[in-house]
């Protein structure tokens, strides 16, 4: 055995999930509290809401269109390599944020550079890894684990950061976000994985393998999809906390929403990853776009208290992230595990298409016409087609050549 196998042994599954499942807790746990920086900055910088939107939106659009060519670059030249890349841009970009005095700035910092740093810390890089790492048996519920590490950090992030604002203001509590993302770099370390780990994958140019994706309804399908995911999520994330500020609710009730809303997709995530390996995904994801299409039309209907708010909170909780591992689960079983990463990335840069559209029209259509509800009734007519779309999908593997067949 070379010495440097013997290096690389400490990198079991076990350690690979642990240190992925941290990079999420901590990239998605920050990126989920930049809606508690909406009132405050827009107040104190004189702008409207439809500025701090934008600069959310373009994040959600940066993210998405460079995170294809960040899953691709993964597969080829290693995930770790992403991973400390993503995060100096992350770091830099929070650090410039707390710098912007002009929305253009605002724009650049907490859009562009933000957005291009999320490419390499979240889901298709990772989970990239942890497909290859894991047998098929126990995919789905690697990926069921890692996606509920990302929901931990929105739980356990949020009080903290609504803490920071509270004692040092948004500039400070940008900078303390700025040195929480940098513990990411370290635990890049665990995600190198040897080069004759990809000796056994099939023989296909990451151009071919994307050309065949597109070629397959079922997952132009599932990627059309997951846009209705992106709309319903961030529009919810970034406009919430302002949604009940405008009806009267203290802040705390905004944190605890939020927090609610990470600490029960958790359960969610898991939720998904475990039945993903018991049942058909379609049927899992066709369920959560219906579920969460009930929830909100519930949410807008009912009074609106603490009560219902939490109650909200709690059932969107269970669908807020969980359509990630049955969506990476079918790309992985359809396509094989050597280029996940960059087709998972395609099928999340329609995901964050809508977040872009979640996010601005929320803040453009509030500073039109005063209001959400445009919004929330489209959420609602989204999440209808998003069900019925994810029920013809076809999740069968590829059939290739014995050197071809996925992994």
């Not at 060519?69 to 841009?89: E, I, N, Q, S």
């Not at 859009?111 to 790492?133: D, K, N």
């Not at 961030?234 to 203290?250: E, Q, T, W």
Request: net charge positive; hydrophobic share 55%; with cysteine.
């Amino acid at each position: 055995m070379t010495l440097s196998a013997n290096r690389a042994d400490w990198r079991t599954p076990t350690v690979v999930l642990i240190c992925g499942g941290l990079i999420l807790t901590l990239s998605l746990g920050i990126r989920h509290g930049f809606g508690l920086f909406l009132q405050p900055m827009s107040a104190d910088l004189h702008w409207g809401r439809e500025t701090f939107a934008l600069a959310l939106a373009v994040q959600n659009l940066m993210w998405g269109v460079t995170l294809p060519f960040a899953g691709m670059l993964a597969d080829k030249y290693g995930a770790h390599r992403m991973v400390l890349g993503g995060t100096a841009l992350y770091a830099l970009g929070l650090v410039l944020m707390a710098h912007a005095g002009t929305p253009l700035m605002m724009v650049l910092t907490g859009g562009v550079l933000i957005g291009a740093g999320l490419s390499g810390v979240t889901f298709s890089v990772v989970q990239g890894v942890l497909g290859r790492t894991f047998p098929p048996e126990k995919r789905s519920m690697a990926l069921g684990i890692s996606a509920a590490a990302g929901s931990f950090g929105q739980f356990a992030l949020l009080p903290l950061t609504q803490t920071m604002l509270s004692h040092l203001g948004w500039y400070g509590a940008l900078l303390f976000l700025a040195a929480i993302a940098l513990l990411m770099a370290p635990l890049a370390a665990a995600l190198v994985e040897r080069r004759e780990s990809h000796a056994h994958m099939h023989k296909q140019s990451a151009g071919e393998a994307v050309r065949e994706a597109l070629g397959h309804r079922g997952y132009v399908l599932l990627t059309i999809g997951f846009f209705v995911c992106g709309f319903q999520v961030v529009f919810i994330g970034v406009h919430l906390p302002a949604y009940l500020s405008d009806h009267g609710f203290a802040t705390h009730v905004s944190v605890t929403a939020l927090a609610l809303i990470g600490l029960f997709n958790i359960a969610g995530t898991f939720s998904a990853g475990w039945l993903g390996s018991r049942m058909p995904k379609r049927y899992i994801l066709s369920a959560i776009y219906f579920a969460r299409t009930a929830v909100i039309l519930l949410f807008i209907l009912l009074p609106l208290t603490a009560t219902t708010v939490y109650a909200f909170s709690i059932a969107l909780g269970l669908l807020w992230l969980s359509t990630v591992p049955p969506t990476n689960g079918i790309v992985a079983q359809v396509f094989g595990v050597r280029y996940m990463a960059m087709l998972s990335g395609i099928t999340f840069f329609s995901h964050q298409m809508g977040s872009f559209l979640g996010a601005w029209l929320g803040g453009k259509l509030y500073d039109t016409t005063g209001s959400y509800d445009v919004v929330w009734w489209l959420s609602i007519g989204l999440g209808v087609v998003a069900g019925l779309l994810n029920l013809p999908v076809d999740e069968r593997a590829i059939v290739r050549p014995l050197a071809a067949r996925p992994a």
